[in-house]
């Protein structure tokens, strides 16, 4: 970035909004409803899959912390591609990032029109759509600090209702405490066909979907560009990716299959709801399903920052047009909102034309753009530590480490 331009972004994001910001990005639309298709494909053996993509992101998000530690900007990876593998390269992450970012959202405002179906089952779906791309690009208008706070609340809610409902699965494993007449127990996961009840090739299959849900995690980096301090602020984020993956996924999903054999779950809704559906919780499935819609809109909202804060590090590279440097006075890149905006309306489309589909179809492309995005991070961050080295020592007051990470890795979690 140059002087004059660095700080039409303000630093507005604190400690602790990136802190929620990591953890909820890790749960959202890919694990309450794609979780279905995941399941679906692999049975139980999809818990193999998830430790598998968790390793993946993991590597992907420790290699982007390194250079957004050593240089945070707004353009995050796209920049880092551009300065270390050349202006094509560059060129080609960013617009695949904010393609993939329109994709992803459109998979996500479709997930809120299914899960707004739950309790309006006559109210046709691309309604719900439109309603929340209208609500959630008006709020990305606003400063910064706006979202930060919206995603510390929607993240807090997710977190919580993740562990209430991994404390109210294994209470009901252990103390039978069901209604329903599905079969409850642990033997679910290896009784109903076996452990890999599709095979290896079931895993393979599953890891589409897998991917598209760790898909967002990348947000701690864009992140970068308005911290407060980003030296302690992400590297904080990155180390807890591990303890994320085995919690939110791995042990969420071993509860859901152990409460309902993996056969049950279909994908007409979330498998969280469907659940304690099934077991006669009708009540805690209606809170449930509070707790997807708020995900559902989290994930949205990201998206929508997300790609607007890509784009505009894209314009100021002279990869993408100028008018997209252009800021409200709350210092919102407005313009790059509105085009979100503009192309989520597809998925009112959408919705309206092919509602059954969308979903799985949506999904496929994104994990698509997802994997080439995380490759040009990994191969950037390879070409990188020399000048990274370089760039960051004169900042230092002690001797130089090994790198970014390492020098702030003592920072409090």
């Known amino acids: 970035m140059t002087k004059d331009t660095a700080t039409t972004l303000t630093r507005g994001l604190k400690s602790r909004h990136i802190r929620f910001l990591a953890l909820g990005s890790a749960i959202g639309t890919g694990l309450f409803y794609g979780s279905s298709e995941s399941i679906k494909a692999a049975g139980p053996a999809v818990l ?26 707004a353009g995050s990876f796209g920049e880092y591609a551009t300065k270390y593998l050349g202006p094509l390269a560059g060129f080609a992450t960013g617009w695949t990032y904010a393609f993939e970012l329109v994709i992803v959202c459109l998979a996500d405002v ?31 208008l606003f400063s910064v600090k706006v979202f930060g706070e919206l995603e510390f609340w929607l993240s807090l809610v997710k977190i919580v209702a993740i562990i209430a409902m991994i404390i109210a699965g294994v209470a009901i494993l252990v103390f039978g405490i069901h209604t329903g007449s599905a079969h409850v127990g642990v033997s679910n996961l290896w009784n109903n066909g076996g452990f890999f009840a599709h095979g290896v090739h079931g895993v393979v299959m599953s890891l589409a979907v897998v991917m598209f849900a760790f898909g967002g995690t990348e947000i701690i980096g864009v992140t970068a560009g308005e911290a407060q301090d980003p030296e302690r602020t992400i590297p904080s984020a990155v180390n807890t990716i591990p303890l994320r993956i085995v919690l939110f996924y791995v042990l969420t999903i071993a509860v859901i299959m152990s409460l ?62 100028t008018a997209l440097r252009r800021v409200s006075r709350n210092g919102a890149p407005w313009l790059t909102v509105v085009i979100m905006m503009g192309a989520l309306l597809l998925g009112v ?65």
């Open 48 to 73: 193999l899959a998830y430790l598998i993509g968790g390793a993946a992101v993991f590597l992907v998000l420790r290699s982007l912390g390194e250079m957004a530690v050593s240089d945070p900007c």
């Open 110 to 140: 479709t997930a809120f029109g299914v899960y707004m179906g739950f309790w309006f089952p006559g109210v046709p779906r691309w309604i719900w759509v439109l309603a929340v791309v209208g609500v959630v690009g008006v709020m990305n």
């Open 260 to 321: 309902n054999p993996w056969q049950n779950v279909d994908s007409s809704g979330s498998p969280f709801v469907q659940i304690f559906v099934g077991l006669g919780i009708k009540s805690a499935a209606t809170v449930l399903n509070l707790v997807v819609i708020t995900a559902a809109l989290s994930a949205i909202n990201s998206d929508i920052f997300a790609a607007g804060r890509i784009m505009y590090g894209m314009a100021e590279r002279g990869q993408a047009p």
């Open 349 to 413: 489309l959408l919705n309206y034309l092919m509602p059954e589909n969308v979903f799985v179809i949506i999904a496929s492309i994104a994990t698509f753009a997802t994997v080439w995005v995380w490759l040009m991070i990994l191969v950037a961050q390879v070409a990188a530590p020399a000048r990274c080295l370089r760039r960051s020592r004169p900042h230092s007051s002690t001797r130089p480490r090994s790198g970014p990470m390492a020098r702030s890795s003592r920072s409090p979690s």
